[in-house]
Nanobody, 120 residues
């Protein structure tokens, strides 16, 4: 089971960017999917999370600017980021709480991360 992110890059402040993540492998079920970010010298923080039923929750710092969505048929999760600020600069990681076919119970899997840089 693996998660592969795409998107990210360099954008000017007040611009928009999209990051996507696709889960693949021997997946039995995906529960929640989420995006996290980690700026240099800081801890990794939750940005947004979406359940398999579509319920969402956001960090206060991104509410009203970021939108998380998922496609359960394609096992993908996307984060649309608008009105970006320099403080949004970080490595963005996707994660998913999944049950794999070849192991019992659920585990949280992580992508490799993608850089988002917002210039002022």
């Amino acid at each position: 089971v693996q998660l592969v992110e795409s998107g990210g890059g360099l954008v000017q402040a007040r611009g928009s960017l999209r990051v996507s993540c696709a889960a693949s492998g021997s997946i039995f079920r995906i529960n929640d999917m989420a995006w996290h970010r980690q700026a240099p010298g800081k801890q990794r923080d939750l940005v947004a999370i979406i359940t398999n039923g579509g319920d969402t929750n956001y960090a206060d710092s991104v509410k009203g600017r970021f939108t998380i969505s998922r496609d359960n048929d394609k096992n993908t999760v996307t984060l649309e980021m608008n009105s970006l600020k320099p403080e949004d600069t970080a490595v963005y990681y996707c994660s998913a709480l999944m049950v794999a076919r070849d192991r019992p119970g659920s585990s949280r899997y992580w992508g490799q991360g993608t850089q988002v840089t917002v210039s002022s």
